[in-house]
């Protein structure tokens, strides 16, 4: 695609004021280049390095451009055009890049579901943006077939749905595509137009429904070339995606698409645990990895009797939620690599600690800003900047975080100021060096082991029990989620077992990470002066 393209436009999508996507462009950090191109330079380039491994199969860069560039044609040939929304619904496989990159060629923008969400989310994402497909795997413990059959049913706006079936129970259907017979050789019909933006990433959430983040290839990349400089990335690096694949931290900072920039490996690990990883590390002399902090903790705990040889791992990137300083001060002593610290969102900034930064601030803090344009603020009560060392709100502002939420005015109207700066919702404080340490959360979210949930989300879930008058979700501190969720209900009948609650909410189709680890009865929720349900209250008193 080159840029003479015609730039659809998008009333929902609310890009950087031109004075600002000017100076980006013309201080370089803006480029034209587009997220497919990665795959495409390196086939180029290192057309025989391998770019990817999964399981027992692997490509070469050439060979993963080829797969991708048949993939777009078959898409294309299944009306899949320009402009057109998807519900890209993968685990971690290699066909979650084939297909990504495939939709982007085609200028169609995919929602990046991960792989947790289930019918209620999935279901929402669909109609929320009138997605023309979705595309899903057969994965166990779910009943993908179910929700795919009921949004073709709907005859809202998916037409197609693809499916990547395993082999022993492939049943012919009419109605869903087999993923694998869609890859199909031919000419790609170029398109004239370019949408808006690239693809969505998708909110940690604080309101009812989760939010979509448009984010456009410029902005993306960017943020991908920034992080690959500060890791210190080459073409022998090694990276293995433990996280969901769709998530921003292993997709972009710098992620597999940063692996993918430089010529490096990237290998997929078929599940999380230790075990698993370690195996491939040994194997495929890894170097790189990210993690969130509870599965630091089992990596930690498994090193110690581990026979399998993790030296060739040299970075272990830590982040999604806090990681505690004594976990942080164990890692180079018991795994033998550097530690870096990573604190993101999907919305944008991302803050890294350095590889040359000294233990203190590796241990202590959550890095800083990967970008000399993010411009970041700390703010106290009625908006005045905190000093150094003292706790404030996070603003931030920069070329690669979004300046709205997708077709959310009002709550946009809230999560960003006058002058474009977003809300993050995270209490930190500043260091004298300029680092970040994150201490709290002013936002209504539980962070469970990194995984995002909305409080208000599940408690409208929860109020629609026949039996449930009233509902608050809290946090609760956990030794090794860092926090864990706990529903507190109000009934002015009975009050159902917790099994039945958690079954309820399980049948309304809600990811599992989002079903409350506790359940707790009150015969009122406290009130503060505004009449909000206070919550601090709540978590004192469990
Ligand atoms: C990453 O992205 P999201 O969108 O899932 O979650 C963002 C939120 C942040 O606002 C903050 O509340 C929390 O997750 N968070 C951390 C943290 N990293 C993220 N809180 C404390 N310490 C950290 N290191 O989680 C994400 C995106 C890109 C890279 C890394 C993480």
């Not at 944008?348 to 990967?370: A, H, I, S």
């Not at 000093?387 to 300046?403: A, D, M, S």
Request: aromatic share 8%.
């Amino acid at each position: 695609m080159s840029h003479y393209n015609v730039i659809q436009t998008d009333p929902n999508y609310i890009p950087w004021p031109e004075s600002f996507a000017q100076q980006y462009r013309d201080e370089g950090y803006w480029t034209d280049t587009k997220i497919q191109q990665l795959v495409e330079l390196r086939a180029s380039s290192t057309p025989t390095k391998t770019a990817l491994v999964c399981g027992e199969r692997r490509w070469s860069y050439v060979e993963l451009a080829q797969q991708v560039e048949r993939l777009a044609v078959g898409f294309q040939s299944h009306g899949l055009q320009c402009g057109d929304k998807v519900v890209l619904h993968l685990p971690n496989i290699a066909e979650f890049y084939l297909c990504f990159f495939a939709l982007l060629k085609l200028g169609v923008q995919p929602v990046l579901a991960l792989p947790a969400h289930r019918t209620s989310e999935i279901r929402y994402f669909c109609n929320f943006v009138k997605a023309k497909a979705y595309i899903v795997a057969e994965q166990g413990g779910f009943n993908w077939r179910e929700l795919a059959e009921g949004l073709l049913h709907d005859r809202q706006s998916v037409q197609k749905v693809f499916c990547l079936q395993r082999g022993d129970d492939k049943e012919p259907s009419s109605l869903i595509v087999d993923l694998q017979k869609v890859f199909s050789d031919g000419q790609l019909r170029p398109s004239k137009a370019e949408p808006a933006f690239a693809f969505f990433q998708l909110s940690g959430g604080t309101t009812g429904a989760p939010k979509l983040i448009p984010r456009t290839h410029s902005d993306y990349l960017y943020s991908v070339r920034r992080s690959t400089e500060l890791c210190e990335l080459t073409s022998d690096d090694s990276y293995l995606c433990v996280l969901p694949c769709a998530h921003n931290f292993p997709l972009s900072s710098p992620g597999a698409l940063g692996f993918f920039m430089v010529g490096g490996t990237v290998i997929l690990a078929a599940d999380a645990t230790p075990q698993t990883a370690f195996q491939l590390i040994e194997q495929h002399g890894v170097t790189v990895s990210a993690l969130v902090p509870p599965l630091a903790l089992l990596w930690l705990d498994l090193a110690k009797h581990s026979r399998f040889n993790i030296s060739p791992l040299r970075l272990l990137q830590v982040g999604g939620a806090k990681f505690s300083a004594e976990a942080a001060k164990r890692v180079r002593p018991v795994l033998g690599c550097q530690l870096q610290q990573v604190f993101g969102m999907a919305e944008g900034l991302v803050n890294y600690t350095r590889l040359n930064d000294d233990e203190q601030t590796v241990v202590y803090t959550q890095g800083r800003p990967m970008s000399d344009a993010d411009e970041i603020r700390v703010l106290g009560s009625a908006d005045k900047p905190v000093e150094v060392g003292e706790v404030g709100h996070l603003q931030v502002r920069g070329p690669y975080t979004i300046r709205g939420y997708y077709a959310a005015p009002e709550h946009n109207h809230q999560a960003f100021t006058q002058d474009g700066f977003y809300r993050t919702g995270d209490l930190v404080r500043l260091t004298p060096s300029g680092n970040i340490e994150v201490v709290g959360r002013s936002k209504d979210q539980i962070n469970r082991g990194g995984e995002k949930i909305a409080a208000e989300e599940v408690e409208n879930h929860l109020i629609a029990h026949l039996h449930v008058h009233d509902a608050a979700v809290i946090s609760l501190p956990d030794p090794y989620l860092g926090e864990r969720s706990c529903a507190v209900l109000v009934s002015q009948t009975e009050r159902p077992k917790a099994i039945e609650i958690k079954r309820f909410l399980r049948a309304r189709g809600l990811a599992e990470f989002k079903i409350p680890d506790r359940i707790e009865w009150v015969d009122t929720l406290p009130k503060t002066a505004v009449g909000k349900v206070n919550k601090k209250q709540l978590q004192m008193a469990l």
